[in-house]
């Protein structure tokens, strides 16, 4: 069974960076698109940047990270990062990472996907 930990969340002031990390045991993302979400209080869950499965050809971002925020993985690691770059106080939130066979826009825009597994998430706080 898939399993995902996230990693490397943290307070950092604005206009600093942070790496996540997204570790997945127990099975190969190899076949999956994997994303990253983020939920920060009193609003919905929203997909922030998603990778298409194997070679990650394809990416997809939300408006809100084009730019400054960058997906990647490695499968022989079996992780996926998002690399956060000019972090504003409007990015704090938890960040999940996620696994589905689905296209990039289908997991990023509606959150769509099956065989679906989630991490528990990582608290950024970007203040001053």
């Known amino acids: 069974q898939l399993q995902l930990v996230e990693s490397g969340g943290g307070s950092v002031q604005p206009g600093g960076s942070l790496r996540l990390s997204c570790e997945a045991s127990g099975y190969t993302i190899y076949y999956h698109a994997m994303g990253w979400f983020r939920q920060a209080p009193g609003k919905e869950r929203e997909g922030v940047s998603c990778i298409s499965s194997s070679d990650g050809r394809r990416t997809h971002y939300a408006d809100s990270g084009k730019g400054r925020f960058t997906v990647s993985r490695d499968n022989a690691k079996n992780t996926v990062y998002l690399q956060m770059n000019s972090l504003k106080p409007e990015d704090t939130a938890v960040y999940y990472c996620?696994?589905?066979?689905?296209?990039?826009?289908?997991?990023?825009?509606?959150?769509?996907?099956?065989?679906?597994?989630w991490g528990q998430g990582t608290l950024v706080t970007v203040s001053s």
């Open positions: 996620a696994a589905m066979v689905t296209t990039v826009e289908r997991m990023c825009i509606s959150g769509e996907g099956d065989l679906q597994t």
